[in-house]
């Protein structure tokens, strides 16, 4: 059973800076690609990054410059560093591995 814990969303004002964790239980994270993706009011879910299991990354084009995401394989956990961000970056952010989803975590970005 594999389960997705997502943590470090909030509030930050325009400019701020998040991180983002999300740690994976089970065997199998070392073998297999992980992404984050967001979903805004009103809005599709759309893809924000993903890693493949030998570090090779991709980026929507709103967040590239901004946005890094990489993986601890040690600790079971991917991440996503969100700086410089903007109003617009305001969604629900998402973890998925293989064929699963993380609950959710709210990032709000407000003056």
């Known amino acids: 059973q594999v389960q997705l814990v997502e943590s470090g969303g909030g509030l930050v004002q325009p400019g701020g800076s998040l991180r983002l964790s999300c740690a994976v239980s089970g065997s199998i994270f070392s073998m297999h690609g992980a992404g984050w993706y967001r979903q805004a009011p009103g809005k599709q879910r759309e893809l924000v990054a993903v890693i493949s299991s030998g570090g090779y990354t991709s980026y929507a084009d709103s967040v590239k410059g901004r946005f890094t995401i990489s993986r601890d394989n040690a600790k079971k956990t991917v991440y996503l560093q969100m700086n410089s961000l903007k109003p617009e970056d305001t969604a629900v952010y998402y973890c998925?591995?293989?064929?699963?989803w993380g609950q959710g975590t709210q990032v709000t970005v407000s003056s």
């Open positions: 998925h591995f293989v064929a699963y």
